[in-house]
């Protein structure tokens, strides 16, 4: 991947509107000031979620595939104004944990718009799931292994089900995030009709299931249509079963999973929506009548709609490279140090000149090529490498772009570090959604297991 953004961009729009329903939105359209001023008031690292553009893109999915069942991966952000959004977007939750589905129903979501993906479930999560269903018994489980239809089974669970698929065919970003063609998920293809039929007999069988991968780009299209016009096979097979001696199943639906890919780098093309939902309809025709399409996007509904706001603390030249030290690391977002993942960063500047003055604007300013490096004492905590940024300076402020998607949602606590707050913003009001963890946040569950050695100090509640 090339590095190719200078950041510092002017180009924003004297009025946000215009900036909407675009087919991506990049780093340099957001509110450089707006972005400041939150900054400066929620301090940094901060997560900065826009829950108009949220809505839109539900809105872009569902222009797209008017009549598809367009269902959200939550995984790709929980936080429940999100979730809140979304819902009264009219998508459904596909969830893929007990804590998930806890979170979705907080958010509002029915059963019959609650779609569970069991992958290895522990038992706790089929405990707590088959529990929801007895309330909700519109929900529906989606099984990849005979296994899990087996403990299903010795739970009393007989409702609705629906059988994934591992395609053998996968697509995405990076080879970690290719699923349909690896082992771990679904049922291989030519073993699911008979194992679909097989489940009908104990369970109400309304849908089969597969995902090629997550951020799947237009080259990875033959893979996506390779996928679709397999599940829409089997589907047809499943309608008229050959001469296996079994019955039809009656299918509501064939979900062809999600993966819709988003431009990271600032100038590659966005995603061809209405093409993609072209081919699809294409490949998966004709399906049986009265079974419908449905798609679980999570990236493409909350990626660009979120960004990363982290401040430079350190300069540092050295013979090899410039580097950047910033306050956020790979702990509040792990993607580029977990699959190399490219993310735009601009700089909005603010900061200060060795001799104390304020540094230029960052358009005024040449452009360099740095790596910008978090906190984390690990090689690989990057946030990029070799970059030309617009000169950074110690107090800038860099915004890290389409970090909507698996940001938050991948952070965690290693070397001891508390995970960032979040904004949302809605109709140009902020609020924090998650408020920035204390270092006593650290230990909480330490000290409840254990509540003669506290593990904190006096300074613990001092220290951020
Ligand atoms: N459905 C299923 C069954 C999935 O496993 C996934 C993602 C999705 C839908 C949504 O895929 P999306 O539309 O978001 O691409 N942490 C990685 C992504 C892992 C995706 C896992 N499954 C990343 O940051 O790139």
């Known amino acids: 991947m090339s590095d190719r953004d200078a950041g510092g961009s002017a180009d924003e729009p004297a009025d946000r509107d215009a900036a909407d329903n675009l087919p991506v939105r990049r780093v340099s359209d957001w509110d450089a000031d707006r972005l400041a001023e939150l900054a400066a008031e929620h301090d940094t690292p901060l997560y900065v979620q826009d829950l108009d553009r949220v809505r839109e893109n539900c809105e872009r999915l569902r222009d797209a595939f008017p009549d598809a069942d367009v269902r959200y991966a939550v995984k790709a952000h929980t936080g429940r104004a999100v979730l809140e959004a979304v819902r009264e977007a009219g998508l459904d939750a596909e969830c893929a944990s007990a804590g998930e589905v806890d979170r979705a129903l907080a958010a509002g979501f029915d059963g019959s718009r609650l779609h ?221 140090a977990m699959y190399d993942a490219y993310h735009p960063i601009r700089n909005l500047g603010g900061g200060q000149a060795r001799d104390g003055s304020d540094a230029p604007a960052p358009d005024d300013r040449s452009a360099t090529p740095v790596t910008v490096a978090g906190p984390i004492c690990e090689t690989g905590d990057t946030l990029c ?51 920035r963890e204390t270092l006593g946040d650290l230990t909480t569950v330490e000290r409840e297991a254990n509540p003669d050695r506290t593990g904190r100090t006096d300074r613990t509640e001092a220290g951020r």
Do not use: W
Not at 412 to 432: G, H, I
């Open 116 to 336: 569970y993906t069991a992958v290895n479930p522990p038992a706790r999560d089929l405990d707590y799931v088959v529990g929801v269903a007895e309330a909700e018994p519109d929900l529906t489980i989606t099984v990849g292994a005979v296994d899990t239809l087996d403990r299903l089974a010795e739970r009393g669970y007989d409702g609705r089900v629906c059988v994934r698929v591992n395609p053998g065919v996968g697509a995405g970003h990076h080879e970690k995030v290719r699923t349909g063609g690896a082992a771990k998920f679904g049922i291989p293809y030519d073993r699911a009709a008979r194992a679909a039929q097989e489940a009908a007999e104990r369970f109400d069988v309304v849908g089969i299931h597969a995902h090629a991968g997550s951020g799947i780009d237009s080259d990875q299209l033959d893979s996506h249509r390779e996928l679709v016009a397999r599940i829409g096979e089997l589907a047809r097979e499943l309608a008229e079963p050959s001469n296996n001696g079994m019955s039809p199943v009656d299918l509501e639906y064939v979900d062809v999973g999600g993966g819709f890919g988003v431009p990271y780098e600032e100038d590659a093309p966005a995603l061809d929506l209405p093409a993609v939902a072209e081919a699809t309809r294409e490949a998966i025709s004709p399906l049986p009548a009265g079974v419908d399409l449905a798609i679980e996007p999570g990236r493409y509904v909350v990626a660009d709609a979120g960004v990363l706001l982290t401040r430079v603390n350190t300069v540092k030249p050295t013979p090899d490279e410039t580097v950047v030290g910033v306050d956020a690391g790979m702990t509040d977002l792990l993607r580029p």
């Open 385 to 435: 490498r070799d970059r030309a940024l617009a000169d950074p300076a110690r107090g800038d402020l860099l915004a890290v772009g389409i970090a909507g998607a698996y940001g938050y949602e991948m952070a965690n606590q290693y070397n001891s570090r508390p995970r960032p707050a979040e904004v949302a913003l809605d109709d140009r009001t902020a609020a924090v959604v998650r408020r």
